[in-house]
């Protein structure tokens, strides 16, 4: 899974309780959800955070605890809010 992908599960699949602490270091940790274990490994191997690990309880989906910067959590607001539906251009019919 690519970064675009894993950054695309960060931002549509967040659970209720994001934003559920912050810390003295102006960070913040979220929880996720993740649909694979491949998008997970993606998340580390860009180098977030992800706190106490992974969460592999429910069979569904793997569940993190992730620590992201205001930059980051930053770009991540911008995702969930810019989002716009386009018309599939003729040609792809």
Known sequence: MGALAAA???ALVPTASA???QDDSNTSVIDIKLPNKAA???L???GFDV???LDQT???NIKAEVVVTPEEQARRHSL????RAQAVPKEWA
Do not use: C, Y
Request: charged share 15%; glycine share 10%; hydrophobic share 35%.
């Open 80 to 83: 969930l809010t810019h989002q």
């Open 44 to 46: 580390i191997d860009q």
């Open 19 to 21: 934003f559920a602490q």
């Open 51 to 53: 706190g106490d690990g």
């Open 58 to 60: 429910d069979p569904n």
């Open 40 to 42: 997970a490994q993606s």
């Open 8 to 10: 695309a599960a960060i």
